[in-house]
């Protein structure tokens, strides 16, 4: 059987006298020790690497954590990822359109994507960041069919699992796993939803901004030479922070000459997370 997903492991507590940054320590170890607004995907998981042959005989890989996939066995994992077809999409392509009918479920294999919805004046108000591991189009599992809640677009050239609704329902019927690891997903969006409105009342501008940072760092960093790289823009920071772009810009310059982190064009390289904690 294949290895399970592990369970997830709780953070210090920065401010707690037993939790003290050491410099000598990475900027990934540090950053590990500072608490994230919600749960980290990846926190505590271990990697799927798994490999599976579709109809095609193309070797079909996946490596990085997925909760949709979680507590699968071997078996079961061939059948499923088999069903799927993989898509490559340019950057800046739509994956799915808001209101219209469910018609895939999708798992980003590679690159980035963004969720977000339409204002009357055309505006987009985003409401997620899409990472490598997620999977989204959920409502494609119901038997009522449920427009899509929104639209998925890459902001990177993207590689795509695709399954076709009548082939996962059938899976998620046969395996019930997917249904509740589907549900566990829902509730995780849910909950950080929750909190950016909690944030929105309780916490500053800087401490919002901060938080969000962290947490797509844990989430979605890259260790690099710099420190930790996350691809992230200044709109996107400030859709996620409830911030104007130019607070951001502000926020992140006053951080980049504490040391905290380094900011280049599309790109956040977090090097003393520790730094972003304190008064704004």
């Not at 392509?93 to 209101?99: D, S, T, W």
């Not at 797509?216 to 920071?237: F, H, M, Q, R």
């Given at each position: 059987?294949?290895?399970?997903y592990?369970?997830?492991?709780s953070l210090?507590d920065?401010?707690?006298?037993?939790?003290?940054?050491n410099t000598?320590e990475?900027?990934?170890?540090r950053l590990?020790?500072?608490?994230?607004?919600?749960?980290?995907r990846?926190?505590?998981?271990?990697?799927?690497?798994y490999?599976?042959v579709?109809?095609?005989?193309?070797?079909?890989?996946?490596?990085?954590?997925?909760?949709f996939?979680?507590?699968?066995?071997r078996?079961?994992?061939?059948e499923?990822l088999?069903?799927?077809e993989?898509?490559?999409?340019?950057?800046?392509q739509i994956i799915?359109?808001?209101?219209?009918?469910?018609a895939?479920l999708?798992?980003?294999?590679?690159?980035?994507?963004?969720f977000y919805?339409?204002?009357r004046?055309?505006?987009?108000?985003?409401?997620?960041l899409?990472a490598?591991?997620?999977?989204f189009?959920?409502g494609?599992?119901?038997?009522?069919?449920?427009?899509?809640?929104?639209?998925?677009?890459?902001?990177?050239?993207?590689?795509?699992?695709v399954w076709?609704q009548?082939?996962i329902r059938?899976?998620?019927?046969?395996?019930?796993?997917?249904?509740q690891?589907?549900l566990?997903?829902?509730?995780?969006?849910?909950?950080?939803?929750?909190?950016?409105?909690?944030?929105?009342?309780a916490?500053?501008?800087s401490?919002?901004?901060a938080?969000?940072?962290l947490?797509?760092?844990?989430?979605t960093?890259?260790?690099?030479p710099a420190?930790v790289e996350?691809?992230v823009?200044?709109?996107?920071l400030?859709?996620?922070?409830n911030?104007s772009?130019?607070?951001?810009?502000?926020?992140?310059?006053?951080?980049a000459?504490?040391?905290?982190?380094?900011?280049?064009?599309?790109k956040v390289?977090i090097h003393?997370?520790?730094?972003?904690?304190?008064?704004g």
């Amino acid at each position: 059987m294949a290895e399970r997903y592990g369970a997830q492991k709780s953070l210090p507590d920065p401010s707690s006298p037993s939790c003290c940054f050491n410099t000598q320590e990475s900027p990934q170890e540090r950053l590990q020790k500072v608490p994230a607004p919600t749960k980290c995907r990846g926190q505590g998981i271990k990697l799927l690497i798994y490999t599976a042959v579709d109809k095609s005989h193309k070797r079909l890989t996946l490596s990085q954590p997925t909760e949709f996939l979680a507590g699968t066995g071997r078996d079961q994992l061939s059948e499923i990822l088999g069903a799927a077809e993989i898509r490559k999409i340019s950057a800046g392509q739509i994956i799915l359109r808001e209101g219209t009918p469910p018609a895939h479920l999708f798992l980003l294999k590679s690159g980035r994507a963004k969720f977000y919805r339409l204002t009357r004046s055309g505006g987009e108000v985003l409401l997620s960041l899409l990472a490598p591991g997620d999977a989204f189009a959920l409502g494609t599992l119901l038997a009522r069919h449920v427009p899509y809640i929104g639209t998925a677009e890459t902001t990177r050239d993207s590689e795509l699992l695709v399954w076709e609704q009548a082939r996962i329902r059938r899976l998620a019927q046969k395996y019930p796993r997917l249904a509740q690891n589907a549900l566990g997903i829902v509730l995780r969006y849910l909950a950080g939803h929750f909190d950016r409105l909690f944030d929105l009342v309780a916490c500053t501008a800087s401490e919002r901004l901060a938080r969000v940072v962290l947490h797509l760092g844990k989430e979605t960093g890259i260790v690099v030479p710099a420190g930790v790289e996350i691809a992230v823009t200044n709109e996107e920071l400030a859709a996620q922070a409830n911030v104007s772009a130019f607070t951001v810009s502000r926020f992140l310059n006053r951080w980049a000459r504490t040391g905290a982190l380094v900011k280049s064009r599309g790109k956040v390289f977090i090097h003393s997370p520790e730094k972003l904690i304190g008064p704004g």
